[in-house]
């Protein structure tokens, strides 16, 4: 054989050789085998598919592998895992390292990990045994998972309930918001349908009113009517003179008949009395209807004021429902009433009449103010009149808008005595203002307090009317 | 025909084990052996490295699109090193090596004998078996598990270039993680398993090559023969080595 085929031949066998000493070179390498380890022990109840041979690993990196696993004598013992380290891992490894058997990647081999010890533990001595931590099993895992899942579908399904709960009151809330606002809706409609009639019905009376249709309209317009009346109350209040002539000559008469000249005075007594009755059948007549069959002036009154009464009390109604619907009682409720003759005397004895409005008052006694007429019920003095105007005049400065309350104030007799009197007391004085001067009528009420402690200076129960201005907070004075 | 087919096997295993036996005898015929060797082991190289690095490149792809789908690329190293030096390499090993050399040695043999050479030999008091067939077994032997692990290395460097071409993986690393699962129980008796291929492949051969029979047809019919024979066999005869290495060495 020529020595190039030798050479040939030595190289093919070399290196082929080489290179399957090479691949047992690298296994051993990989095994670890070329370098000083110490063997360490463990035991476990579980092994989880642990094997001989198996990488061990300390604090994750490739330290060794299990040499050996020990079966034990019966079923209370423990597995012992016999496990080379590499020498140089032993400064690592300490008496209190713990083993735990975990998996190699997702899809990996089971792997003995070693965890590093704490320096306070001693250092590990060929044959030591380390505590070990029993595996975790996959299947513990997908057990506990299912129970959680399972906890978390009764936790949803009971959230859902509740939420379905929440659901249908959130529905029923809607429905009935619904409901409501339609019924509210149909209220409103009907009040501002009323308001709207009411308003149409006082514009279309005002209208008439003042064009001078119906009795009303008449009575306001018709000077002829107006004189017509006037001219009968002049007849009447001569009238009542002659009578009171008449009554007068009676008295002389009879005083006279006690003395002389009765005759006489008869005739002129009879005379007077005849000129009385032809006065009183002038002023009878005026009163009769002129043609047969019509009313006559006292029936158109009648049936006018009639009308009246009934279309304002109607209108009154409405008026009423109109300011406590929606648009209108923000102005009621800053002026701080609705209706002066609806204010209860117990919610004005607790203050919650006007609340924000400050009162200016004005004390009057009983005997400033009244006198006893001459069929016993008291009456405006002439002094009362005198001191009424001059309060007046004060408050009609301020008086415009602004609600004026006469309070009456009577402390004599039963408690029913004392309300009707206080009530009579504030009503004389406010006829009597409204009378002369120029209020508003809708901003003048009465209050009767009967008799109760009052804040007038000497502190006890006022026996008089206290008028009463209520000024808005920002320019009332108050006392 | 079974009868034929039976009393033929009979013949060929008569054949393999007077070749066995023929080895120890003397004389060795060590010169004629290491002709052989270079003949069927150093020619067979370039065929073997090249089909090794080929089939390397492409179960690293295919490892790769299997392992992916579990994100466990970093497997695929190992995976690869595992199939190769396990199985893989040395099938793939015995299979080229019977299509080249036992269609050489039916070959070489069948003509030999339709040429009268063998008898020559006989006629020159030289043992024409033991000079024929007992070298090339010997050869066969020797060259099937060095051819082995160049195919298996092969592939593993034919697995890197593919795996680093995709991943951008270093070559330190990827023989780590290539020898990280693969034990000596795993790579030496897949690799000497292949001495077994080899022999039956040369026996195989060299008994359809020295019995032939019908002129040069037959030398084709023998050289065919050889190929498909020896190939069959070695896949058969794979069945079994394989359970007897998990027998001896079980795997851990």
Redesign the interface.
């Known amino acids: ?1 020529p020595v190039s ?2 050479v ?2 030595a190289v ?2 070399g290196g ?2 080489l ?2 000493t ?3 070179f ?6 670890m085998m070329f370098e000083r380890s110490i063997e360490l022990r463990t035991e476990y109840r579980q092994l989880s598919g642990l ?3 198996s990488k061990v690993l300390v604090s994750g990196m490739d330290a060794g592998e299990v040499l050996a696993i020990d079966v034990p004598g019966g079923p209370d013992g423990r597995f012992q895992v016999r496990f080379r380290v590499l020498e140089k891992f032993r400064p690592v490894l300490r008496s209190d390292s713990v083993a735990t058997i975990q998996m190699d ?4 081999n089971k792997v003995l990990q070693i965890g590093a010890g704490t320096p306070q533990g001693r250092e590990l001595e060929p044959g030591d045994l380390i505590a070990s931590r029993e595996p975790v099993e996959i299947s513990d895992l997908i057990k506990e998972a299912v129970e959680t899942v399972q906890y978390a579908r009764g936790s949803v399904a009971d959230v859902r309930e509740a939420i379905d709960g929440a659901v249908d009151m959130f529905e029923q809330l809607t429905r009935n918001a619904s409901d409501i606002v339609q019924e509210v809706g149909k209220d409103v409609k009907e009040i501002s349908e009323a308001g709207r009639q009411a308003t149409g019905d006082v514009r279309d009376l005002v209208a008439g009113v003042k064009a001078g249709r119906g009795s009303l309209g008449k009575l306001i317009t018709d000077d002829a009517l107006y004189e017509r009346i006037r001219g009968t109350v002049g007849e009447a209040e001569r009238v009542a003179g002659n009578l009171r002539e008449i009554s007068d000559d009676a008295k002389a008469i009879t005083e006279e008949l006690k003395s002389a000249g009765l005759a006489a005075k008869f005739d002129r007594v009879v005379s007077n009395a005849a000129d009385a009755a032809e006065k009183g059948k002038r002023l009878v007549q005026g009163l009769l209807p002129e043609r047969k069959g019509e009313g006559g002036l006292s029936t158109d009154l009648r049936e006018t004021v009639a009308n009246a009464n009934k279309a304002m009390s109607d209108f009154a109604e409405n008026m009423e429902a109109l300011k406590r619907n929606w648009f209108f009682r923000g102005f009621f409720n800053q002026r701080g009433f609705f209706d002066l003759d609806a204010v209860s005397v117990a919610d004005y004895q607790a203050g919650r009449f006007a609340p924000d409005r400050v009162p200016e008052r004005h004390w009057l006694h009983r005997s400033e103010l009244f006198m006893t007429g001459a069929d016993g019920a008291e009456e405006l003095s002439p002094d009362g009149r005198r001191k009424l105007d001059e309060v007046a005049a004060e408050l009609l400065r301020q008086a415009r808008n602004n609600p004026l309350m006469i309070e009456g104030y009577a402390s004599a007799g039963a408690a029913h005595e004392q309300i009707l009197a206080s009530l009579a007391r504030a009503a004389a004085v406010r006829d009597y203002l409204l009378k002369r001067y120029p209020f508003q009528r809708n901003y003048v009420g009465v209050m009767p307090m009967g008799a109760v402690a009052s804040s007038d200076p000497s502190g006890a129960p006022w026996d008089g009317v206290s008028v009463v201005l209520y000024l808005p907070r920002e320019t009332g004075r108050g006392r | 025909m079974v009868t034929a087919a039976l009393a033929q096997a009979g013949d060929m295993l008569l054949f393999a084990a007077r070749a066995l036996r023929d080895v120890w005898r003397r004389p060795w015929e060590g ?1 004629e052996i ?2 052989q ?2 003949e069927v ?2 020619r067979s ?1 370039p065929l073997i490295t090249a089909a090794g690095f080929a089939v390397g490149v492409v179960m690293s792809m295919h490892t790769r699109a299997s392992l992916e789908r ?3 690329e ?2 695929i190293p190992a995976g690869l090193a595992l199939a190769l ?1 396990k199985e893989t390499g040395p099938l793939v090993t015995g299979l080229l090596f019977s299509g080249r050399v036992g269609a050489g040695i039916g070959a070489e043999l069948g003509a030999m004998r339709v040429t009268e050479q063998i008898d020559a030999l006989e006629s020159l008091a030289v043992d024409s078996f033991k000079y024929l067939v007992v070298t090339r077994v010997v050869a066969c032997v ?1 060259a099937m ?3 082995t ?2 195919t ?2 092969a592939g593993i460097i034919g697995g890197f270039v593919a795996e680093t071409a995709v991943s951008g993986m270093s070559f330190a690393l990827y ?2 993680r290539a ?2 699962l ?3 129980s795993d ?2 008796p897949s ?1 000497l398993k292949t001495c077994v291929f080899g022999f039956i492949i040369a026996t195989v051969s060299a008994y359809l090559g020295y019995n032939t029979r019908g002129g040069t047809a037959g030398v084709g019919q023998a050289s065919t023969r050889a190929v498909v024979l020896s190939s069959i066999l070695l896949i058969l005869s794979n069945v079994v080595l394989v359970k007897m290495i998990l027998f001896f060495f079980p795997s ?1």
């Open positions: 054989m085929k030798k040939t031949l093919f066998l082929a050789f290179l399957f090479l691949g047992l690298l296994i051993g390498d990989r095994r094997k001989v041979g990647g997702l899809v990996g | 010169a290491a002709r060797i270079l082991g150093w190289l579990f994100g466990a970093a497997m030096i020797v598990p060095l051819l692990t160049v298996n290395f023989f780590d020898f990280s693969i034990n000596f790579y030496v690799t851990r």
